[in-house]
């Protein structure tokens, strides 16, 4: 069993928010997993902080977007739900995939202009 | 749209931190005024901005500054480093939202991307993961490795 930086044991597992699983907080990288791999939903109680520090809403954190940290991985950024803070966490090798790839692709399938007229300035690099 | 000249030489200052101390006096000006100097690539940028109430990004590089701390517009925040662009998350209504993070505290940030927004910089922001497919996702999706 893991211990936060108070020293307090971390739970072996936890439920989700969303899809209701019991998920185990050991991940495959041996880091702490906060979010459901099924869903990337996490609960907005972070197990990343110490618990004094620790008066976050409780409300879900959905996944919203992806990003690349200075070593290339994936983070996923979260918003909570109930109070809209922002969190990223890192990307486990057992998320669900399709979900990660969904988020990733998103921007590019709803565009705010049209990427027709960008075609020429892409290829220009 | 405008140009996309991130990485246009001398855009930069050279000496920009010695320049901004002895602005110091207008400095009022550059924090309540109608218009702020990115501190990336040093545009001025226009505070009014098509389809935001508080532009806090330059449209040109997409860098902000930290000011506010826990919503838009609430001027909370002491810090004042750089947040760079690190991704773009889409609002249900369709909107692009750029997801920044402050370089010198690590804190997270949101702001919509405004109609003036270099489109090509943010479609870049927009492919990055996808650049950086890893490789579970690529065996996953039948993609050699680079
Ligand atoms: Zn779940
Ligand atoms: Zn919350
Ligand atoms: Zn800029
Ligand atoms: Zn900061």
Request: glycine fraction near 8%; aromatic fraction near 2%; include cysteine.
């Amino acid at each position: 069993m893991s211990s936060d930086k108070n020293g307090s044991p971390l739970p072996a597992s936890f439920s989700c928010m969303r899809c209701g699983i019991s998920v185990s907080t050991n991940t495959p990288s041996s880091r702490i997993r906060n979010h459901c791999p099924n869903c990337l939903t996490s609960r907005h109680t972070t197990t990343r902080e110490p618990r004094t520090t620790d008066g976050r809403c409780g409300a879900r954190m959905q996944p919203i977007s992806i990003a690349v940290l200075r070593g290339g991985d994936w983070a996923l950024i979260q918003r909570c739900t109930g109070c809209s803070e922002l969190a990223d966490d890192h990307v486990e090798p057992d998320d669900n995939q399709l979900l990660l790839i969904r988020l990733a692709v998103r921007p590019l399938a709803q565009p705010p202009f049209p990427l027709e007229h960008l075609g020429a300035l892409w290829a220009a690099g | 749209m405008p140009r996309r000249n991130n990485e246009r030489p001398g855009r930069r200052q050279p000496h920009g931190r010695t320049q901004r101390q002895k602005r110091m006096p207008g400095r009022n000006r550059d924090e309540y005024g109608k218009s702020f100097r990115c501190l990336h690539c040093r545009l001025d940028v226009s505070k009014s901005a098509p389809g935001t109430a508080h532009r806090n990004h330059c449209p040109n590089c997409l860098s902000s500054k930290h000011v506010d701390r826990s919503c838009p517009g609430d001027r909370a925040s002491t810090c004042h480093a750089r947040m760079e662009p690190i991704s773009i998350a889409v609002r249900g209504d369709g909107e692009w939202v750029i997801i920044h993070r402050c370089v010198g505290c690590g804190d997270l940030g949101s702001n919509r991307a405004a109609g003036d927004d270099n489109a090509l910089a943010l479609t870049r922001l927009a492919v990055t993961a996808i650049r950086h497919l890893g490789s579970p996702l690529r065996i996953q999706l039948a993609i050699p490795p680079e």
